[in-house]
């Protein structure tokens, strides 16, 4: 298998203006957890990032604590990433906000140009008090249902501005605009930033065990599979750690066994199994690991980086809303023989 | 010192004395028109019989174009019609993709090493029967160097093999709208729309910025200028960096440049207020051939592009409507912001749904900022209606319509794009007119080439590629189309008082013709010779350019 450099994930944050995109890129910020983004935004428009935060300007690139950065790429996206690749300090996670009025999917698939970057997840925000009305507007209707259309994962932002009645109505008709993408809460744009970032939080239990949330070893690699009873559960609420709207739990699976990644990977991406993320190893048929990852709908599957610690145990990490996680089901799913 | 140039004929766009023998031109000014025994009442005068056997009418005002043109005349000319580069030499026009490819070939024989980049512009398969041109295609001309051509409408690039290879293309799982993919899962070559033309585009010689004028380039783009009778030329969509600003107040302010530069900054990249402050200080920096200070938005898309915004129903093919490249609330912002500082903002639309938002937008703004003066103008305006047109007039707006899209793209829009009915009222000059719109026409150069006698004679005779007359009814006479690329351009400029006619206290820019434009058959308006310019007084002949 050919030794090639991981690609670098990229979020794009997306919906139309208003909606709390820049807000969420600050939270997002605050709750990095030591991960290095570039957050590339159309425009410095009212300052994007809170004051606080930034360390420096030097014309478009703005640096930020943490060894993050910020630039502004105007009309030229694909010039500012091709920047991006001779930065002296590579980013490990890349953020767009894409403008009011651009279509996230198009900036998704221009990515697919760039060999070095991989599309992680188009999340789009609808402002809750708002959304509604915006999808009837006559000139930005069509585009901002394109929007919602495009995304693999939603964030219902600002719920404080709207009623419990008009929530419950605007809930009910994004589920039917929207599609596939699962949807999330929030207000001032705070959600748990483990959903957009598989660096932060449980992943880093995958390749450090020592560190993991349930204790470690338990799951044998064996070559006919174990008895997924035995596997190595944990679950636990994300309670509010960083000041999350919404409430997710998540469960850790350990995976001893061989199974087809693909095959998997896009059942556990079925929306009616109600995950808002996944990522881990798998040992393919082949016994090659295999990383997968989900976000909402969209889903992958590649070669596992070849520097991974000899520690690294295959399994995979589920986060779902509090009380939406199908344990039976995703156990069902990961056991199944091929 | 006075000099008064003596000519067969003077067509000066004034009403009050249309046409005269001579003209008087003092530091560079028009001292009087009229005829010599007039003239010589202003005193002692040196006469000037260089032009007694032209004509000469007010130097030509392009209301719409960009000045980068000058740089792509450094590539290989591909387009099927004849063009003038800024040396005066004409490039025959290429017939089929094998003449293409022979012309690229030409010039790669006459590079020295393996591995330089070969870059043409101004295809256009629509005239090869919209076959398409594949990467095999350009192969031919070189394995080894990247080579790419990119199409006249500037929304399409093709590159061969080696290109695609040195961008990261050349291979499968590529899911891009804009990258078609041949039957061996590998892009074709063909390239549609700016985010996949530019990571190519810098392997195949196109530099990273390919709207923004460089020195070189502006130098040549003022040589077509004087070719095709231009003494005042538009850049409309600039970035206005510091860096170009000087440059170009510096190239522009040497005493054999020959044209007025007025260049517009465009919205992308900015926040409205950021925009508005950036304006403010271009205005600062204005020259008297380097213009600065007025806005260019860009609201939609291109209809042969299928980006444009439309009105119901849409697309004659069904393509799903087109793009907006602003919000609305950002429009509104820009709008309110110009009108209160009175500042001038020319508005990109090509679909009419695009044009109804500048409408509904400049309605709600002006009854905030009041401003009778504003001449915010509508640039292309393709598909403007006639209840669009009286809205426009109430609204004191002006228009600049894109007269040569009916030559060059006519049949298209007729039979794919917008159908019959409506292409037939595309850049409806006619109904602009009636409804007493200030009417300026223009030829987007380099999408179509400079030459504002050329584009009269699309107003004029609405002749598409295939000889078709498309929309009688809204043909306009010559006499208003001389006046839509003089007058007219200069109104929606805001220099009607400074340019476009050929009366006392103006400019001294004039157009030198071999032939009368309103005596000669109007079939036979674009083959009129120009002889060159006189701009602030100074004399460009054509032949030593």
Redesign the interface.
Known sequence: MSQKTPELPVTIIGG???CGKTTLVNHLLRHANGLRLAILV?????LPIDADLIEAQDGDVISLSGGCICC????????SL?KLQSASVKPEHILIEA???A?PG?IG??L????DYRLDCIAVLADASAIMHQANEK??G??VLRQLADADLLVLNKLDLTTQKKLTTTRGWLAGVSGHAPVVEAVHGKIEAGILFHQVAEYRTLVNPSTSICPPGRAELSEDGCDVDKADIAQKILRDHNHASELFESMHLLIGWKVDAHIIAAELADQKMRLIRVKGFVRNLDNELMLIQIVGARWSVTDAPSNLPESTQPGLVFIAKAGELKNEQLRRICKRRH | MTIVYSAKKILTMNPARPVVTHVAVRDGRILGAGSLEELSGFGEFTLDEQFADKVIMPGMVEGHCHAVEGKWWRYVYCGFHDRMDPHGKVWSGLSSIDHVVSRLQEKEITLSDATTALTGWAIDPIYYDNKKITRHDLDRVSTTRAVGIMHASGHIMNVNSKALELAGYLRTGITHDGVPLGDDGLPTGELKGPDVMYPVGQHAGFDDNMLEFDEAGLIDFARLCVRTGVTTATDLAARLEDSIVDMGIRVTGADDFPVRIMSLRFHHGLTPEELIEHVKQLQLRSTERFRLGKIKVIADGSIQGFSARLNWPGYYNGAPNGLWYIAPEQMRSIYEMALRDGIQVHTHTNGDEATDLVLDTLETALAKYPNQTHRFTIQHGQLINAAQYRRMAKLNMCVNHFANHHFYWGDEHYRLTVGPERAERMNACRTALDNGIPLAIHSDAPVTPLSPLFTAWCAVNRTTASGRTQGEHEKISVQEALYAITLGAAYTLNLDNEIGSIECGKHADFAILEDDPTSVDPDKLKDIDVWGTVQSGRVFPASLI
Do not use: E, H, K, P
Not at chain 1, 42 to 46: I, L, P, Q
Not at chain 1, 72 to 79: A, E, K, V
Not at chain 1, 112 to 115: A, D, E, G, K, T
């Open positions: 139309y203006l208003g159309n425009d410095f428009g009212d502004s790429y105007g009309d030229d996206l694909s010039l091709r403008s009011g009025v279509l198009a698939n221009s697919s140009l760039l060999q000139y930005i069509d585009t």
